[in-house]
């Protein structure tokens, strides 16, 4: 009987061996030694793809580095699992699914088969009755159930069901022309709901309802209040011209009181995390329009040609994920920063948050053995530059931690004012390079500075970044963006030998909250079994509640 090699682990390969190996010879090279040895790494290190363009030069590495990376990326078969996702091979092997975000925005006539049929036939299926419906509220055509106009669209969701629409909104709602506005609720605390309805007109009010499972509680019970809201002030018969919904599970739906003839569906291998090209992104075309939302998954697509077609060492979204392991898995990272230099992608830090958070935070192997020998997905964090500067830029700066960071901007404003742009922009430029160059302490002495200031007012630099750089922020930069990440992220996923398309991770805390609803909510001293943290937490809430404990 032949015999086949076992996979070897990912810290036994010899091609991760020999990063270590290199990595021992570089740790202190610092990042003016890289460029004093080497002053046109600027001019090399980087790459154009889409409509972005990547400057990798400020980091700690060479080019032996990209290529032991890339040696890495090639030994783990990055290429074939990147093909085997695109071609619909059930990769997430814990849910048997398939993992088909990318067909999403496959174009119209383009053939991605699943057990026998089309899907991209369905996803256009899907697509045209959204442009229909958006479109028909967008012109007034779909009214509400007192004849007026729609000007409010709410989306209820949470997760992937909220945080991909409402980025996209916030990021792009200039392209709309405010003909409808969008809000998004996803909260559980009923100050979400309350907040976001302040000041609305019930009669002009549509909401869309977004959840894949349509189960999930945060959204349901938002759901139950919304329909209220629309009930109470408009009557019953109101429901069907105030709400619609987005899932893959009709049943629910109609349970609910939605007809799913304003169901708007999707399908099990499109992960929530990567669904806001989607149905999940009604609330967002009705918004932007349908013709802006045709150039986010035009955005989408390019990115996806570019991942699918150039080579590893020339791959931005490959190199971004390579990157990334060099520091976490070598350099002992913690976090990435996520820090764009546009106000309008304010959500962006938090939606690639979910993304990256919830597809690689995971502990296990493919084949189900525990990973004790090396990480897997970083925190990633951020907020809009120039705000984060005045408040957490200290601690990468001067801190002790080592925090690579992602730096995003435009060349265009979109909403210019004055030398705004350029004063946001020559940020952009400059925290990059006083992180990575620093000042040292003869620079700060050479000031006359006192001796004794010295060691405070001295930035040791060397703290790795990325820069991305895009003319303008429009709907397909974003969508070449989101795929970037989408990518950058399987990239990680795959070389961490993890299934980047599974969230076990969130299943046993909505199983206890569950558990714990009846018993704040009983009207007599419930008997607690808990520990007793939190069974002590629980009686001091009814306490305060004046409820018997
Ligand atoms: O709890 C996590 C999660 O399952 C996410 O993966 C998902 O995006 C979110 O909840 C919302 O789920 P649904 O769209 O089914 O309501």
């Known amino acids: 009987m032949a015999t086949t090699d076992p996979v070897p682990q990912l810290t036994d390969r010899p091609e991760w061996k020999a990063l270590q190996a290199h990595h021992a010879e570089i740790q202190d090279r610092h990042l003016r030694a890289l460029f004093a040895e080497d002053p046109g790494r600027g001019e090399r290190m980087n790459l154009s793809a889409a409509g972005l363009y990547l400057d990798y030069s400020k980091n700690r590495l060479t080019d032996e580095t990209i290529g032991l990376l890339v040696q890495l990326a090639e030994a783990c078969g990055v290429t074939d699992g990147r093909d ?19 067909a999403l925005r496959a174009p119209k006539g383009a053939s991605v088969m699943l057990d026998g049929k089309n899907v991209v036939d369905d996803v256009h299926e899907v697509l045209d009755r959204m442009k229909a419906f958006a479109a028909s509220v967008r012109d007034g055509s779909w009214t509400g159930h007192t004849g007026k106009r729609i000007t409010t669209v709410i989306n209820i969701g949470i997760g992937g069901s909220d945080l991909g629409p409402s980025m996209v909104w916030d990021a792009l709602s200039p392209f709309g022309d405010h003909v409808v506005e969008c809000r998004y609720v996803s909260n559980v605390d009923s ?62 739906v109609a349970k609910f009181g939605i007809d799913t003839k304003n169901m708007f569906g999707f399908w099990d291998w499109v992960g929530g995390r990567y669904s806001v090209d989607s149905a999940v992104g009604l609330s967002t075309m009705v918004g932007i329009g349908p013709d802006h939302f045709d150039e986010l998954l035009a955005g989408f697509r390019e990115m996806d040609d570019h991942f699918r077609e150039a080579p590893l060492a020339e791959n931005m979204p490959a190199l971004l994920g390579l990157i990334g ?29 979910q993304l990256d958070m919830e597809s690689d935070g995971k502990s296990v192997r493919r084949d189900g053995t525990p990973i004790t020998d090396y990480s897997t997905g970083p925190i990633v964090w951020g907020q809009p530059g120039t705000n984060g500067q005045h408040a957490y830029y200290q601690l990468i700066h001067q801190g002790t931690r080592l925090i690579p960071a992602d730096f995003i901007g435009f060349a265009y404003s979109n909403a210019p004012l004055g030398d705004h742009p350029d004063l946001l922009m020559s940020n952009f430029f400059a925290q990059p390079e006083a992180l990575a160059f620093g000042k040292t302490a003869e620079q700060v002495a050479a000031e006359g500075v006192p001796a004794e200031q010295v060691p405070h007012r001295t930035f040791n630099g060397n703290h790795p970044t990325n820069s991305i750089l895009a003319e303008r922020l429009t709907p397909r930069t974003l969508g070449n963006i989101i795929a970037l990440y989408e990518h950058k992220i399987f990239t990680q996923g795959w070389i961490w030998d993890i299934n980047s398309f599974d969230q076990w991770g969130v ?3 909505k199983v206890l909250a569950k558990r714990i609803i009846p018993e704040l909510e009983a009207t007599e001293a419930p008997h607690l079994a808990h520990d007793s943290s939190t069974s002590t937490l629980i009686r001091k809430y009814r306490e305060m509640l004046g409820r018997p404990v």
């Open 191 to 252: 100050v979400d709901f309350v907040e976001k309805t302040r000041g609305l007109d019930p009669a002009q009010t549509l909401f869309v309802i977004a959840s894949k499972t349509f189960t999930t509680l945060e959204t349901l019970a938002n759901a139950h209040t919304a329909r209220d809201w629309i009930t109470n002030a408009l009557g019953d018969e109101a429901t069907p011209k105030h709400f619609v919904a987005v899932s893959t599970n009709a049943d629910e």
């Open 325 to 353: 392991v060099w520091y976490s898995n070598f350099f002992g990272a913690e976090t990435v920063a996520i820090l764009p230099y546009a106000q309008y992608l304010d959500r962006l830090s938090a939606y690639f948050q």
């Open 84 to 102: 085997a996702m695109f071609a619909g091979e059930r990769i997430n092997i814990t849910e048997n699914r398939a993992v088909l975000h990318t």
């Open 507 to 509: 299943e046993l805390g």
